[in-house]
């Protein structure tokens, strides 16, 4: 039976029908899927720029602990090169007071000619030497002179040996140390200073540890004494 115009009119109206609500749907379908894989590629970035930023802070943060550490560091470190320089300057005017003490020693006649005549004693045993040169400054010659003829004997009688001693009387100490003398050997390369200055700085020396704990107390990180 043929179809009238009217009736194919109707079946090509409902087929086109058909075909925008499949067209219809499928839009709805890829919109759909369009905005489920945006929704998830937004939210893919936005993590990744979370962690990102996460990351970055938490890199900064540690930069600025690491920064405040350093800066506490060096603070300390400046605070104790301070402590030290101080204490050291303490130690020094402490030595200064003792050479100007030292020094008032050789304006004493009797006490200066005693020390001297130690010194000279003492500088023989040191050098064991059968001739030795001694200088001095030039105001102390003659109480040189009485200390070593008064220690010559003594030597000898000690180690049984003969001594000769030689005043040099060209090149004199500086006037302006504390006292005191240098002894040397025979060629002049083995030197014994026996100088006040010499004294003072030796003794400083084996002192050390005894001088910083009376002024500041004992050092709680030293493991021995001796």
């Keep these: 039976m043929a179809l009238s115009d009217n009736d194919v009119q109707k079946q090509i109206k409902h087929m086109m029908a058909f075909i925008e609500q499949e067209a219809s749907e499928k839009v ?4 759909a899927k369009a905005e489920e894989e945006f929704n998830i590629e937004k939210g893919r970035l936005v993590q990744t720029q979370r962690v990102k930023i996460m990351e970055h802070y938490e890199k900064k943060e540690k930069q600025i602990e ?6 506490m560091s060096n603070l300390m470190n400046q605070a104790r090169l301070n402590v030290l320089m101080a204490r050291d300057g303490m130690i020094t005017d402490l030595l200064n007071e003792a050479r100007q003490r030292l020094a ?24 064991l030497e059968p001739k030795v040169t001694i200088r001095c400054r030039e105001q102390d010659i003659e109480t040189v002179q009485a ?4 220690n010559i004997a003594v030597y000898k009688e000690a180690v049984k040996s003969n001594l000769t001693v030689k005043i040099d009387r060209d090149r004199f ?12 050997n025979e060629n002049g390369k083995i030197k014994v200073s026996n100088t006040l200055e010499s004294r003072l700085e030796l003794m400083a020396q084996q002192m050390m540890p005894e001088i910083r704990a009376s002024l500041f107390g004992a050092n709680p990180n030293r493991k021995f004494l001796d």
């Design 66 to 71: 690491q920064h405040k550490k350093i800066k």
């Design 173 to 184: 100490l500086p006037p302006n140390i504390c006292g005191g003398i240098e002894m040397y």
């Design 147 to 150: 200390a070593v003829d008064k």
């Design 28 to 31: 709805e379908e890829i919109d």
């Design 104 to 127: 008032k020693i050789a304006e004493d006649p009797a006490q200066y000619s005693s020390l001297l005549e130690g010194l000279v004693l003492q500088g023989f045993y040191r050098l």
